[in-house]
């Protein structure tokens, strides 16, 4: 049985449709990326997983069970956490409180999950009582991540973690990531930078007007000539 | 009761009516097309109907009072006399005047800002104009009030007829400030204030200096509440700080504007006349229904129901639709 | 490029928010002629550049000029009040107003604007009104909503507030356009007709667009140049060609040496 | 620049001025605070906040005045203060009623609205409404008339340099010390204090976090309400009286400090608290001390002139 299966997911905002029927199959342990050009439904995709944006129709089940329609503090319970691509981190709070943010519904003691995470993001361990609002874009990346993280899920949504990241910070970033997935959490990404992304996946979805276009493995899926002319114009054949 | 005192009564009560028409025609200005939330006026009332007091009211003895100087009554002057009764014109003129004089600065600094702030400047502005006639006695005789206000024309008619007289007066008043607001709204004046109710921002990318907009809205629907201050003073001839309660000041006004529709000037009329209606009609009701204190709490609950419940009022506002263009298909409000 | 200056340069602007610098020491030209794109992988800062040039908001350092002027920390009116117009990306409708009465508030200065008019001289308004409306029913026709003229803004359908707001750049009379996504969530055909009135708009009326679009097909057969901009910089500017063939911006697309790993 | 200059102004100022100042200060500090918390997590002007406080004062007074003496529990003076034991026990009930009292208004009609999605500006039009409902409620109960709370002693401290203080003003400043640091401490130490600040920071984040907004909310109002309750209380026994429009006198006081600070700022408002609780008494030294609001009101306009943001709010 597969982690997370959506299927046929129709969604948008508004009057706009973004999303006209997509489906997407994470299972256990894998790292799956969602590529596409800008505006093909992506960030779409994943708030309508975590329940930001309603599913108009089709279905989203996780680990078996339907959590369509849930609202997104309920959704979060089940083991699936999510980190947006912008205003990830709550600024006014210190980096300790966003990671107890994090926690907050889980129940019990969640210090050693807390010293786990500084372990995992040697960046933060300097100086936990400072306001997440003052971190660069690397170190706030890296937070948001490890709040996501605190409720110890079995899948992570990641939107664009590398976006607006300077090179340097971005292998730093995806490195994490990796670690994440090595310690058993199901990776589920959307990402421009394709190649990085790509290259660390078990498989890839190529998402394109808001419609999947391809599936494959992720090596193959760079490799295929037809991705980068999607990405700039021309026709795909 | 006999027919004559019905008569009287309706009178009477079309006067206020009429009155209080006026202010919601004024909240109209700055709620219902422009969005601006004024809690506060009570305090364009007191200043529109002190000044017109103080303008034509000659000076009680003043042998009775210890610091009263008393600073009105410039119709003593000489300057003008052009018949029928130019300084009551001049009163209502004074009194609108005065307010504008009042919201331009406040206005100044409070529009730029979040649109909440103006809630509070204005409740600022009642709270301080009653504090000054309350403490200046030297102005307006402090607590004790203004009294012997004078008639419209003068004592031409004996008290017990001057609501017959004072009538025509108070609906003329109303059908002219009708008309212009009217007008105002419904010309491309309005339409830019309704864009500003609507989206500031996509306002101001339409090219729309938006802050000047919504101050000439916020003078405009000022002055128009002074022009009512002004019909009041001359209606019940007595003024005290304590008249201008924000209860029958403001309150009565925003839940007036709320059931008629706001946004839409007939509903503001035709609001003024039912909640006034239903004001003065509840004080016959035997025991603690009659009372003061629970016909507030209602009032109350009507705001908070139209709100929840019937956000258009009993009008609603109307939809301007132009007669060159192809006529659209029946569609539910937006 | 026939127009010998630029109607809009854009020189070393940089736009920091709490501490993150959204827009980095941006520099290009536009020109008066010219259909510009602006395109760039989410995040690289084309939508804040937007609101700097608008006027929404104002740069952190960096010059702007326009049409010989600086316009860099102007309010949006008076950018609009140079020939300076911008869309936005979710379309900003008055909700409550007509289809009709959104484009008649476009138009500036309008006589009726002034309290006064309505009142002393309502037949001069009233005149003035009536070459509006026929202007803006003319503006509608162009964008085939004449028949929800009459309807309320706020119960178009996406597509159609997204033509509203094209209608709405026509009815300013501008000089330059800053389009915002037009053609997100809008159907193919309604695609092709709002490209065929942005392109009437530069070849008729000779008015200068920047448009950010993600639907590249529209990019390329709409825009020359095009300016590519990543991280908050401008990495490369060029025909769609030199674009498409530029190392750099496959790069920026897609992340490292895609051509590398092949 | 601002401090600085009413530093300057300090050795010309009466110290009693500036201990009533202090004293105000308190009560206005913690109806500012809820008032804030509010404003900042649902993005409200809450009009009615004044009538909480007025609402508090008049379930103290049911109690301390009416219920606990027709029980016969005579209480007697604690020591030097003007009240007795019932006061201390009425202030914790009068707290939990106006508590629940805000957050059945908040489920019956603002949650309503929210889910509506309407302009916030609609939803404080809403306060306005039930600020005036409660009005009305509070004197249909107790009638207009100006009540008093028992009063048990009249004594008067003197301190050195002139200062002359009730000792209920002791009582005033340690009740609002006591809880403004209670509000520092479930904000920055409980879960649920976190949450709301997180709420205020990043409202979608913070669903995705599991926070749950409706329950934030709830929290909100619980401790906006207690704030303004024990505000209410405590103004009581400021002025020695109580009248269904005392807090509605009080908005002006409350939004000013709260503007001044920044909105959504608790720290912000109470800062902005002191300004302009001193500032107010000391105004009573030059001019007719009836004109303490009409200060408090010119201050604010005056610091929105120069910083629109508020004194403590962010620069951008």
Redesign the interface.
């Known amino acids: 049985m597969a982690l997370l299966e959506a299927s046929e997911v129709v969604a948008g905002y508004g009057e706009t449709e973004v999303l006209h029927g997509v489906s997407v199959v994470v299972d256990e342990g894998e790292v799956v990326t969602i590529i596409g050009p800008n505006g093909c439904g992506k960030s779409t995709l994943m708030k309508a997983v975590?329940?930001?944006v309603r599913v108009r129709s089709g279905g989203v089940a996780f680990r078996g069970a339907p959590i369509e329609g849930l609202?997104?503090?309920r959704i979060?319970?089940t083991g699936l956490?999510?980190v947006?691509q912008t205003?990830?981190?709550?600024?006014?709070?210190t980096i300790r409180?966003n990671l107890?943010?994090?926690a907050?519904?889980r129940e019990g003691d969640y210090r050693t999950r807390m010293d786990e995470m500084f372990a995992l993001f040697p960046d933060l361990t300097r100086q936990p009582n400072r306001r997440a609002g003052s971190l660069s874009g690397g170190q706030r990346q890296m937070l948001a991540i490890a709040?996501a993280l605190m409720?110890d899920p079995v899948l992570l949504l990641l939107d664009e973690p590398s976006a607006g990241l300077a090179p340097a910070m971005v292998s730093t970033v995806f490195e994490r990531i990796r670690e994440v997935n090595r310690a058993g959490v199901a990776v589920l990404l959307v990402e421009q930078n394709a190649w990085e992304a790509l290259r660390m996946s078990d498989r890839g979805y190529l998402l394109v007007a808001g419609e999947s276009r391809l599936e494959a493995a992720g090596r193959e899926l760079l490799d295929d000539p037809d991705v980068a002319r999607l990405y700039l114009g021309g026709r795909a054949t | 009761m006999d027919l004559l005192g019905i008569v009287d009564y309706l009178v009477g009560f079309a006067i206020m009516a009429g009155i209080y028409a006026v202010f919601a025609l004024g909240l109209n200005v700055h709620w219902g097309f422009t969005?601006l939330?004024n809690?506060g006026i009570a305090g364009f009332f007191a200043l529109g109907a002190y000044t017109a007091a103080l303008l034509t009211t000659s000076s009680p003895d003043a042998a009775q009072f210890e610091d009263f100087a008393f600073a009105g009554n410039w119709s003593n002057l000489p300057l003008l006399d052009w018949g029928v009764d130019a300084w009551y014109v001049m009163g209502l003129a004074a009194a609108a005047l005065c307010c504008g004089l009042v919201a331009l600065p406040?206005g100044y600094?409070?529009l730029?800002?979040?649109?909440?702030?103006l809630?509070?400047?204005t409740?600022?502005i009642a709270?301080?104009v009653r504090?000054v006639f309350?403490?200046e006695k030297w102005l307006a005789n402090g607590s004790k009030g203004l009294y012997r206000i004078p008639e419209f024309l003068g004592d031409v008619v004996s008290p017990g007829a001057y609501d017959y007289l004072y009538l025509p007066v108070v609906l003329v008043v109303l059908a002219v400030v009708f008309v212009a607001v009217q007008t105002a709204v419904r010309s491309p004046w309005g339409r830019v204030l309704r864009a500003i109710r609507e989206d500031e921002t996509a306002a101001a990318a339409s090219g729309k200096d938006v802050f000047r907009f919504k101050l000439q809205a916020f003078v405009l629907g000022a002055m128009i509440m002074g022009v009512g201050g002004a019909l009041f003073a001359h209606h019940v001839r007595f003024l005290a700080p304590i008249t201008f309660d924000?209860?029958l000041a403001t309150?009565v006004i925003?839940a007036m504007l709320m059931v008629g529709g706001s946004g839409n000037n007939w509903g503001a009329v035709l609001g003024a006349f039912v909640v006034w209606g239903i004001w003065s009609g509840t004080q016959f009701l035997p025991g603690?229904l009659g009372?003061?204190?629970?016909?507030?709490?209602?009032?109350?609950?009507?705001?908070?129901s139209v709100?929840?419940l019937r956000?258009g009022g009993m009008l609603g506002e109307e939809r301007r639709t132009a007669r060159g263009a192809p006529q659209a298909q029946a569609v539910g409000e937006g | 490029m026939a127009a010998t200056a630029p109607i809009l340069q854009v020189q070393d602007v940089v736009k920091d928010?709490?501490g993150l610098r959204a827009v980095d020491h941006c520099t290009f030209d536009v020109w008066p002629d010219a259909i510009t794109g602006l395109i760039g992988p989410n995040g690289a800062g084309k939508t804040t550049l937007f609101n700097l040039l608008s006027g929404a908001l104002a740069p952190t350092s960096g010059r702007i000029i326009f049409d010989g002027r600086r316009i860099d920390g102007m309010e949006m009116h008076e950018t609009f009040g140079l020939g300076l117009v911008r869309t936005f990306q979710i379309p900003r409708e008055m909700a409550r107003m007509t289809v009709l009465e959104n484009l008649m508030l476009v138009p500036a200065p309008q006589l009726g604007e002034r309290l006064w008019a309505s009142w002393l001289t309502p037949w001069r308004v009233a005149r003035q009104e009536r070459r509006i409306e026929a202007q803006a029913l003319d503006a509608l026709g162009l964008v085939s909503l004449s028949h929800l003229a009459n309807e309320y803004a706020g119960n178009l359908s996406g597509g159609q507030k997204k033509l509203l707001e094209l209608a709405r750049t026509l009815m300013a009379e501008p000089k330059m356009v800053l389009l915002d996504e037009p053609g997100a969530g809008v159907n193919r055909i309604l695609l092709r007709s709002i490209a065929s009135n942005i392109l009437r708009a530069s070849v008729e009326r000779g008015v200068a667009f920047i448009i950010i679009e993600h639907d590249m097909q529209l990019v390329m057969a709409l825009c020359d140049p095009i300016v590519v901009m990543a991280n908050g910089s401008v990495i490369a500017q060029g025909t769609p060609l030199q674009v498409q063939q530029d190392p750099r911006v496959l790069e920026a697309y897609l992340g490292g040496q895609i051509h590398g790993a092949a | 620049m601002l401090v600085a200059l009413l530093a300057g102004l300090l050795p010309f100022v009466k110290m009693s001025l500036v201990v009533n100042g202090l004293v105000l200060a308190s009560i206005i500090g913690l109806g500012a605070i809820g008032l804030t918390l509010i404003y900042g997590i649902l993005n409200?002007?809450n009009?009615a906040h004044g009538d909480y406080m007025t609402l508090g004062a008049y379930v103290a007074l049911f109690f301390a005045g009416t219920l606990i003496p027709a029980l016969g529990a005579e209480g007697g003076g604690i020591g030097p203060f003007t009240f007795g034991y019932p006061l201390l026990v009425a202030m914790p009930l009068s707290i939990a009623a106006v508590a629940a009292f805000a957050v059945a208004v908040d489920r019956l009609?603002y949650r309503?609205?929210r889910e509506r999605g309407?302009?916030?500006?609609?939803v404080?039009?809403?306060s306005?409404?039930?600020?005036?409902?409660?009005?009305?409620?509070v004197?249909?109960i107790w009638?207009?008339d100006v009540q008093r709370l028992p009063r048990e002693s009249r004594e008067v401290w003197r301190l050195p340099m002139d200062v002359r203080v009730p000792p209920d003003s002791l009582f005033i400043a340690v009740v609002a010390i006591a809880l403004v640091a209670a509000t520092y401490l479930v904000l920055s130490r409980t879960?649920m204090g976190?949450?709301m600040?997180?709420t205020?920071?990043?409202p979608?984040?913070?669903?995705?976090?599991?926070?749950?907004?409706q329950r934030v909310i709830q929290w909100t109002w619980v401790m906006g309400a207690a704030l303004a309750a024990t505000a209410g209380v405590l103004l009581a026994v400021f002025q020695a009286n109580i009248i269904p429009?005392m807090g509605?006198?009080f908005?002006?006081p409350l939004?000013?400090a709260v503007?001044l600070g920044g909105?959504g700022s608790p720290y912000g408002a109470l800062a902005g608290a002191l300004i302009i609780g001193v500032t107010m008494e000391v105004s009573t030294q030059w001019i007719?001390p009836?004109?303490k609001?009409?200060a408090a009101?010119a201050l604010?306009?005056l610091v929105?002139?120069m910083r629109?943001r508020g004194l403590f709010g962010p620069r951008?």
């Open positions: 975590v329940g930001l609202p997104p503090e979060v319970r956490c999510y947006p205003n990830n981190v709550f600024p006014s709070l409180e107890e943010m994090g907050f519904v709040r409720l | 969005g939330f809690i406040v600094v409070t730029r800002l979040r649109d909440d702030y809630a509070i400047a409740l600022g709270e301080t504090l309350l403490n924000p209860l309150f925003w603690p009372e003061p204190s629970f016909r507030l709490f209602m009032i109350g609950v009507l705001i908070v709100i929840v956000p | 928010f709490d | 409200m002007a009009v009609i309503r609205l309407v302009n916030v500006v609609l404080s039009m809403a306005l409404g039930v600020a005036i409902a409660l009005r009305g409620l004197q249909l009638s207009g879960k976190k949450a600040r997180a205020a920071d990043n979608d984040l913070a669903l995705v976090s599991g926070i749950s907004t429009i509605w006198k908005l002006i939004f000013a503007i909105v007719n009836s004109y609001p009409a009101f604010m306009l929105l002139l629109p951008q």
